[in-house]
């Protein structure tokens, strides 16, 4: 079966500190990987899409990036944190190609302080 | 474009109560719809979705009915529990065109009461 891993699950970070979560999933291959952010409301912001190794799509222009070194890795980043920055931040992963439901990560917790 | 539209919460329930959360969207061709359950700081969970008209999905009491006439997907439960609170998603996904980025809809807020 599959499993999506995100780490950590909570952080706490200085504005203009850098930035790395991570996403991993198991038991599939070639996924199409989101990062998603939550800010307090609920509502769900696309932040980027990948559909393979080294192809990165971004919905949102900001100062975070993303990248996809391995076929089951995908990294969210940031140089500086902005205060605008906190939130929940989601990673998710769905079958290439189809429109199949999307399987969620348990999220990481960050804020900007 | 795609877009989906929910009622706005938070809807508050006494147990035991009937549970309809409205939903419609704006597609073009035949997407495939979703609702999504998000218990409190948790990730996002499939709760039932329908890949083609007249479908019915159904999970842990819940349903929808894809309804392409009225182009709505509501979400119903006879009898809501307390562990049922929670934030709802609805989704779709694909139609014509062959996006293959989901758009939700902002979520509803569920309340229940003992």
């Known amino acids: 079966s599959q499993t999506i891993h995100q780490w950590p699950a909570t952080l706490v970070q200085p504005v203009g500190s850098p930035l790395s979560l991570e996403c991993t999933v198991e038991?599939?291959?070639?996924?199409?990987l989101y990062w998603y952010r939550q800010a307090a409301g609920r509502g769900l912001q696309l932040l980027f899409y990948?559909?393979?190794?080294?192809?990165i799509s971004s919905e949102v222009p900001q100062n975070l990036s993303a990248s996809r070194p391995q076929d089951r890795q995908f990294i969210l980043s940031s140089k500086k944190l902005l205060l605008s920055d906190s939130g929940f931040y989601l990673c998710a992963w769905k079958k290439t190609g189809g429109v199949d439901e999307q399987y969620f990560g348990p999220g990481t917790r960050l804020t900007v302080t | 474009g795609n877009s989906v539209t929910q009622m706005e919460g938070p809807v508050t329930l006494s147990e035991e109560a009937f549970l309809t959360i409205n939903c419609t969207y704006t597609?073009?061709?035949?997407?495939?719809l979703f609702w999504y359950v998000q218990y409190p700081g948790e990730g996002l969970q499939l709760l039932l979705k329908?890949?083609?008209?007249?479908d019915k999905g159904s999970n842990k009491g819940f349903e929808a009915t894809y309804r392409k006439e009225t182009t709505s997907f509501h979400l119903e439960k006879g009898s809501v529990q307390v562990s049922d609170s929670a934030v709802y998603f609805c989704?779709?996904?694909?139609?014509?065109?062959?996006?293959?980025?989901?758009?939700f809809g902002r979520g509803t807020s569920l309340i229940v009461h003992p």
């Open positions: 989704a779709l996904s694909g139609g014509t065109g062959g996006s293959y980025i989901p758009t």
């Open positions: 597609a073009t061709g035949y997407p495939s």
């Open positions: 990948s559909v393979g190794i080294g192809q």
């Open positions: 329908a890949t083609k008209a007249d």
């Open positions: 038991g599939t291959s070639n996924p199409n």
